[in-house]
């Protein structure tokens, strides 16, 4: 099971970011569908290193955590186009090639439901415009094409889904209304405070968080989350060294990973008084 939710960051004047997170946890359940563990691992997100594309899963897990790891490979290696290409169509290769996959997977080791997001940008900079499909499939309806979320004109969620959905939801909710707007940070908290609260126990594990923003591939940001570092849904130990990686807190401050502390000159946004995690 899974959080995940894609959002829009939206400055003075235009659209400015694109995130996505989640929660890291995979969940085993018996024949009857009863939850009988959890390991709290598990990589759900997936970035380019070259192209403008992050990938994201919810529902199934053994198909996806293997297939869209090579997938952004694939695309880095423009199997699947260049990036002049508009964001519809290399949704669609990406369908495409992800259905023939699934078409070869073992039909017994296939589960109930799955989700697949694709997140790209058209062009850079001043008319750079983002782009989030989602790719749905299930063993009732099977494949049902590909669905196009909309902007929204002001910072706020683009798309939120799996098991988590009312959690994370809830938490933006209240978060909305402390603050009076959404904005990034509201968003990612909303995320780190349902992981938290625990009432939840489909989801769990510590956040991980991606973005993209006007020009350039995207960014894995490590978390500094319940006092510890993590990277992809891993733990990172010290020491910790000096590399170009962001880290982020559940605030999403800009922090130093060694000391856990905002770095010199980042901007402190601060929890609205009277919310709690």
């Not at 024949?31 to 992050?54: I, N, P, Y």
């Not at 423009?78 to 669609?92: C, I, K, N, P």
């Not at 960014?219 to 000096?242: A, M, S, T």
């Amino acid at each position: 099971m899974t959080a995940l939710v894609a959002w829009l960051g939206v400055d003075e004047r235009k659209p400015s970011s694109l995130y996505l997170a989640s929660d890291s946890r995979i969940t085993y359940q018996d024949e009857d569908g009863e939850l009988v563990d959890t390991w709290d691992h598990g990589q759900k997100l997936f970035v380019c290193a070259r192209m403008s594309d992050m990938l994201g899963y919810a529902g199934a897990v053994p198909f996806p955590s293997q297939v869209l790891a090579r997938m952004a490979q694939q695309i880095d290696c423009g199997v699947f186009g260049d990036q002049s290409a508009a964001g519809l169509e290399r949704a669609t290769r990406v369908y495409e090639a992800l259905k023939r996959e699934h078409d070869l997977y073992p039909s017994w080791q296939r589960q109930k439901q799955l989700d697949v997001i694709y997140a790209t940008r058209e062009g850079e900079g001043n008319g750079a415009r983002f782009c989030v499909y989602q790719f749905p499939w299930s063993s009732s309806n099977g494949w049902v094409g590909i669905t196009e979320h909309s902007m929204p004109c002001a910072s706020g969620i683009v798309v939120s889904i799996g098991s988590g959905d009312v959690a994370v939801r809830s938490r933006a909710k209240r978060w909305r209304n402390a603050m009076g707007c959404d904005v990034s940070r509201s968003v990612f908290g909303a995320l780190c405070d349902a992981l938290a609260d625990g009432r939840d126990t489909t989801i769990g594990g510590p956040p991980q968080l991606v973005g993209l923003y006007p020009k350039g591939p995207p960014n894995i940001y490590g978390v500094i989350y319940d006092g510890r570092r993590w990277l992809c849904g891993g733990e990172v130990l010290p020491p910790y060294p000096d590399t170009r990686l962001e880290w982020r807190n559940e605030l999403l401050e800009r922090c130093d990973p060694k000391t856990g502390q905002l770095l010199a000159g980042a901007q402190r946004q601060p929890r609205p008084s009277g919310l709690r995690p």
